[in-house]
């Protein structure tokens, strides 16, 4: 039997356990994450097989806690921010995780089309509109947008993809005023919004939203992602290639073990994405032979040059290619003999 002084200590240990493992701070955490072969992931009937392997990477993260928080400090490659950083004050982190997941499922169905239309595959497009997934706090259309608005005009001009919304309001500046028509709950509504500055792009004016296209996209064989809970739009390039390498007869995988990331637009383009000095890490662990990264047109400080760096700090046996899209990754690999 324990005695007063005995059970005291052991309700003090057992409470100070329990706030060192689960008590969730302000911080965030990112570190290297895994490398999966997608051939595990995408699943296409009648397909070409491949002597190599591509794979998709991922950083994994979490809220820290304290323990967590004190590993991190000591840990190589693992990365501590703020969470403000990392999920929009006023979004929870189910909406945030289901924004992420969203944007997975965005990410896939370009890659599908990019890849098809490459290989001239069987592949029809019915545009259906541009949705707004995410409202960002303190921004312009906070409070005036919401999330599942169908936009159907800006300034007066007819809309129905993302991208049209994007080239809309990029050729307006700072302080412009944009009239936006949308439908909600089956109603047409005009709302006028000030462009300001978008917080990771002070140069770029916005209206605060994140937009995704309802696209119906059929393609013959099917595509099938079983990509579980990985959000984001990271893997596209890779969704990509791996499509293109079971649509087509010759091989470009060339035997060799394949990484990269990179998110992908409806026209092949290739954008920068978070955490690649992770994503190298695991590629080196995976004994990676290639690693394709943005060069974002060589623009200084690129994913190209991030990913590079990190290469040449932990002595990485892999090459980096920069690619602006994906037909830079197709010509590379094709250019293996």
């Known amino acids: 039997m324990f005695n007063k002084k005995q ?31 997608l051939s595990t ?16 990477v991922t950083v994994r993260g979490g809220q820290a806690t304290p323990l967590y928080y004190l590993w991190a400090l000591i ?53 259906q509109g541009a949705y707004v997934a995410m409202v960002v706090e303190e921004m312009p259309a906070d409070g005036k947008l ?39 709950d089956e109603v047409e509504k005009d709302i006028s919004l000030e462009l300001e500055a978008m917080p990771d792009d002070p140069d770029r004016p916005g209206m605060g939203i994140s937009i995704v296209t309802d696209r ?28 293109y390498n079971r649509l087509t007869m010759d091989d470009i995988s060339n035997g060799l073990t394949i990484v990269g990331t990179g998110e992908i637009d409806y026209e092949g383009n290739i954008y920068r994405i978070g955490g690649i000095d992770k994503k190298v890490v695991s590629a080196e662990r ?11 047109n060589g623009r200084e400080g690129s994913n190209y040059e991030e990913a590079l760096e ?5 002595d990485a ?4 290619v920069p690619i602006d899209t994906f037909q830079d990754a197709l010509d590379y690999l094709n250019s293996i003999d």
């Open 310 to 314: 990190k290469a040449e700090e932990i």
């Open 41 to 56: 992931v995408v699943e296409m009937e009648d397909s070409f097989e491949s002597e190599g392997e591509l794979h998709l």
């Open 286 to 296: 995976e004994n990676a032979d290639i690693f394709f990264a943005a060069n974002e």
């Open 146 to 184: 919401k999330i599942g608005d169908e936009i159907i005009k800006i300034n007066g001009e007819d809309i129905s993809s993302a991208e049209e919304v994007v080239a809309a309001t990029s050729s307006l500046n700072i302080g412009d005023t944009v009239d936006v028509t949308v439908i909600r």
């Open 216 to 243: 119906d996209v059929s393609v013959e064989p099917e595509v099938l992602y079983d990509s579980g809970r990985i959000g984001g739009p990271s893997a596209g390039l890779m969704f990509a290639l791996e499509v």
């Open 317 to 320: 046996d892999l090459e980096v």
């Open 75 to 127: 840990r190589p490659h693992y990365e501590i921010v703020d969470l403000e950083q990392v999920r929009p004050e006023g979004i929870s982190q189910e909406e945030y995780m289901e924004t992420q997941l969203h944007y997975m499922e965005s990410s896939q169905e370009a890659a599908t089309v990019v890849a098809f239309e490459a290989a001239d595959g069987n592949i029809s497009i019915d545009y």
């Open 7 to 37: 059970f005291i200590t052991l309700v003090i240990t057992i409470g100070l356990a329990l706030f060192l493992s689960y008590y969730q701070l302000d911080y965030y955490i990112y570190q290297p994450g895994d490398t999966t072969p």
